[in-house]
């Protein structure tokens, strides 16, 4: 079986510097907050080009934590898309704050600038607090666009980047468009942990302040809480090999170029479409999406092969029994629910063997011909 993504192959792939690590925590007797955070924060700050990063538990927290930091509080809405995990939409409403949705463009599956400016003109738009913009499937949203949209309309912006470690835009990385940028490093990311953990990063020291006294308790000097706070700290095993990891995400990424490279070139006699990349984008494949009108029938006879798929994401927040309040749509969202029929998540990471690429691409050219 071709495996859609394979963490243990990420593991074992950079085995021994990730047991060093593991092994220098284990030695020092320091497991909270200790000196693998700092270094990692500082390292990971220096990566995305921001003056700051700060790790917590995951990367649900890190969007509460940032929006909580930015002033965002129960009853303001956000504005995001629905076409997302649902964690971007959870760390919304743990706040008790309402999502808002807008759709996506067809083409990138994030944010469409154009939709976004339709609904800042309803009512429900125009009393938006903040903007949670979602990069999805390893390739930014059309921030050039966004940005100036959301801040004649006066929105805080947060990044959710849990998609896009190392991707860019114009030469901008993620991260580093908005007020805040929000990363996760789940075992399945491009950066990836061997557990949960995340990190916020900026430029604005107040806000790296904020986001700190947030992450544990509100505590200015211990067992002192000086405002509202969670317990979100990133572990310092996984700070520990998030810094053996890092050094190898651009390689990472490279490979995974080369990976959607060779499903670019196979997939030329088949009538299925390329992922479509913005042209000053920098594209780091966490997913390798592409459509397919009969996406179930696909999916079967592929597994009747031997090659695992994924759908990500079968429902559209706004159609998930938590989320179908209608006030959360003002305006419809026709390209998000289009999506969720026919998306198809090929096998992409970095370990995958080249010749496996092109046997997924062989069977897809033999069940989908032009």
């Known amino acids: 079986m071709i495996p859609q993504s394979n ?34 924060e500082r390292e990971f700050a220096a990566a995305q080009g921001r003056d700051w990063s700060v790790g917590v538990a995951n990367g649900t927290d890190a969007i509460e934590l940032a929006l909580r930091a930015l002033g965002v509080k129960a009853g303001d809405r956000v504005i995001t898309v629905s076409h997302t995990a649902v964690a971007t939409v959870a760390a919304i409403a743990r706040i008790g704050a309402q999502p808002l949705f807008a759709d996506i463009d067809p083409r990138r599956y ?3 600038p154009t939709a976004l400016d339709a609904l800042l003109s309803t009512p429900e738009g125009r009393s938006a607090r903040a903007l949670v913009v979602v990069h999805l499937y390893g390739q930014l949203a059309d921030m050039a666009a966004i940005m100036p949209i959301a801040r004649r309309a006066g929105l805080a912006v947060v990044e ?9 835009l114009e030469g901008i990385g993620a991260g580093c468009w908005g007020d805040l940028g929000c990363f996760s490093f789940y075992p399945t990311k491009n950066l990836a942990a061997l557990g949960d953990g995340g ?5 604005d020291p107040d806000l790296a302040e904020h986001v ?22 990133l572990d310092e095993l996984q700070a520990a090999i998030l810094r053996a990891r890092l050094p190898h995400l651009a390689a990472d990424n490279n490979r995974r170029r080369a990976i959607a490279a060779c499903y670019d070139e196979g997939l030329l006699d088949s009538r299925l479409s390329v992922p479509w990349r913005a042209p000053l984008g920098q594209h780091v494949f966490h997913q ?10 696909l999916r079967e006879k ?29 305006l419809p969202l026709p390209h998000t629910e289009t999506a969720v029929k026919q998306i ?21 050219c033999q069940l989908r011909p032009r």
């Open 344 to 364: 198809l998540s090929l096998p992409i990471f970095p370990e995958l063997p080249l010749n496996d690429a092109a046997r997924v691409s062989a069977a897809l």
């Open 160 to 168: 959710d980047c849990a998609q896009a470690h190392g991707a860019a």
């Open 302 to 330: 592929l597994k009747a092969l031997g090659i695992a798929t994924l759908v990500h994401y079968p429902l559209a927040v706004h159609q998930q029994p938590a989320y179908v309040d209608p006030a959360f749509r003002p």
């Open 199 to 203: 990190a916020i990063v900026g430029n």
């Open 110 to 112: 994030t944010l469409d």
């Open 7 to 40: 963490p243990k192959a990420g593991y074992l792939a950079h085995r021994e510097d990730i047991d060093a690590a593991i092994q220098r925590v284990l030695e020092s007797g320091w497991y909270i907050l200790g000196q693998e955070v700092a270094a990692f």
């Open 212 to 233: 700190r006294l947030l992450r544990e308790y509100g505590w200015q000097k211990r067992y002192v809480s000086a405002r509202f706070g969670l317990n979100s700290r």
């Open 288 to 297: 390798y999406v592409i459509t397919d009108p009969d996406r179930e029938d």
